[in-house]
């Protein structure tokens, strides 16, 4: 069965640096998302992405975040300037139309890239 | 917005024993699903289901839109079972996010 794919599994950064985390959602997916999961609480979406460009983003999606599609296949998540509260596990996620729409359409996710800011 | 309250919040579990999770959301949604967090940090879909019943070997699910609930069953429960289980909705078709519940941590003895 075809899955998304996350890379690095663990990256552990100091304050202040760049982070890319980096995602191959399944390949004829169509919606990109990024969630976070500060460890111990309920996974809160970042920003969904389609036909290359943002269609939604939450609060904490602010100017520090950003995501692209470099080419076909690859969806990236840079944070800029890490701060220690960064620290999460981030995950990535595709889905082949939107999870709501008439489509019978779930989200399928990766497995996470466990982000340690220090 | 909208709130997903899942209960219960923890759950101890004999192997062979069954249990039923539950997902209370506060208003309408366009999508249901549920994750299984294994203990290794991976988020598995068990199921997609905005209403109706659906069965997938040891577990079942059943969403009943109108009342605003989701419950997940699961018989003769395995050590393996043993995560966190996660219901989260979208509310409407104008916005791509699902929202997560607080989530159920479910522990299976042998």
């Known amino acids: 069965e075809p899955e998304v794919t996350q890379t690095p599994s663990h990256q552990v950064t100091q304050m202040g640096q760049e982070v890319i985390l980096r995602c191959v959602p399944i390949?004829?997916?169509?919606?990109f998302y990024w969630y976070r999961q500060i460890l111990g609480q309920k996974v809160e979406f970042l920003v969904s992405?389609?036909?290359?460009?943002?269609?939604?983003k939450s609060e904490i999606f602010d100017d520090q975040f950003s995501v692209e599609r470099p080419d076909g296949s690859n969806f990236t998540l840079k944070i800029r300037s890490t701060k220690l509260e960064d620290s999460a596990m981030y995950f990535c996620?595709?889905?082949?139309?939107?999870?709501?729409?008439?489509?019978?359409?779930?989200?399928?996710f990766g497995n996470g890239t466990r982000l340690t800011v220090t | 917005g909208i709130q997903v309250e899942q209960s219960p919040p923890d759950l101890i579990l004999q192997e062979g024993a069954n249990s039923t999770l539950r997902c209370n959301f506060s208003?309408?949604?366009?999508?249901l699903q549920w994750f299984h967090q294994n203990p290794w940090g991976q988020l598995i879909n068990l199921f997609y289901?905005?209403?109706g019943t659906k069965q997938n070997g040891r577990l079942s699910a059943t969403t009943v839109a109108t009342e605003r609930y989701s419950l997940l069953y699961s018989s003769s429960s395995q050590t393996t079972d043993s995560g966190v289980y996660f219901c989260?909705?979208?509310?409407?078709?104008?916005?791509?996010?699902?929202?997560f519940g607080t989530g159920t941590r479910l522990q299976v003895f042998p």
């Open positions: 996620a595709s889905s082949e139309a939107l999870p709501g729409g008439f489509d019978n359409s779930p989200l399928h």
């Open positions: 390949s004829n997916h169509l919606y």
């Open positions: 992405f389609y036909n290359n460009e943002i269609s939604e």
């Open positions: 208003d309408s949604v366009n999508n």
């Open positions: 289901i905005p209403s």
């Open positions: 989260a909705v979208e509310k409407s078709y104008n916005t791509d996010k699902l929202i």
